[in-house]
């Protein structure tokens, strides 16, 4: 079963603009939620990450923004830029369950210049 | 810095025949992970482990098996391949609820 839901499945952007990707979670043990960027060939790479004990966390351009009671996490870039085309991954994990990372379906994010 | 490698990086196997991927990690990481990535299916947990010595199951591991004889590596085999495992593995390493670095992946086509 999917435990985190991600939208949308694909975000086309003019650069200079805000992309917004949604996540939602269903298991309330979850208590470190990380956001994962993938270029076409690599591995994923942390880009920013947050815990449930603030609602925002904010690095550069990116932010994240937590929703506690309605269990939803979403991930704001600002100021998009061509090179931010790539894959975005929500994922969720808990600390007494191996740290082992669930994650969402992804979105692909195109930004145009 | 290494920091995760995988081999090989790419691999064709005939349905059946069985393989060993190798993830390599130098970041003295207790926890070690294998996953695979399927379009639109996310990245998904194949099987993990907390320390040297230690495995669990993780969402899919049925056709798989892992080990870890020691700190720094994570061993995945397939014993008989089949076309549902073609897929893109990626390895990855941790401390404990932190952030994971993964590998470069290795793609493996069954036929």
């Known amino acids: 079963q999917q435990q985190v839901k991600q939208s949308p499945q694909s975000l086309i952007v003019q650069k200079g603009g805000i992309s917004i990707i949604n996540c939602a979670y269903e298991n309330t043990a979850f208590d470190y939620f990380p956001w994962y960027q993938q270029f076409p060939g690599k591995g994923p790479a942390l880009l920013i990450a947050i815990r449930p004990d603030v609602s925002e966390k904010k690095e550069g351009r990116f932010t994240i923004s937590f929703n506690k009671s309605a269990k939803q996490f979403s991930l704001h870039i600002m100021d998009s830029q061509p090179g931010d085309s790539a894959t975005y991954f929500c994922?969720?994990?808990?600390?007494?369950?191996?740290?082992?990372?669930?994650f969402g379906e992804g979105t692909q994010l195109t930004v145009n210049p | 810095n290494a920091g995760v490698t995988q081999t090989p990086k790419f691999r064709v196997l005939k349905t059946g025949q069985s393989m060993t991927l190798l993830c390599a990690q130098d970041m003295n990481h207790e926890y070690m992970y294998w996953y695979r990535q399927d379009p639109g299916m996310g990245l998904r947990l194949i099987h993990y482990?907390?320390?040297?010595?230690?495995?669990a199951k993780g969402e899919v591991p049925d056709g798989y098996n892992v080990s870890r004889l020691k700190k720094q590596n994570f061993l995945l085999g397939l014993e008989s391949a089949a076309p549902s495992q073609t897929s893109v593995y990626f390895c990855?390493?941790?401390?404990?609820?932190?952030?994971?670095?993964f590998g470069q992946g290795t793609r493996l086509t069954v036929v």
């Open positions: 482990s907390v320390g040297e010595g230690t495995t």
């Open positions: 994922a969720a994990s808990m600390s007494n369950s191996g740290s082992r990372l669930t």
């Open positions: 990855a390493s941790s401390w404990a609820n932190t952030e994971a670095f």
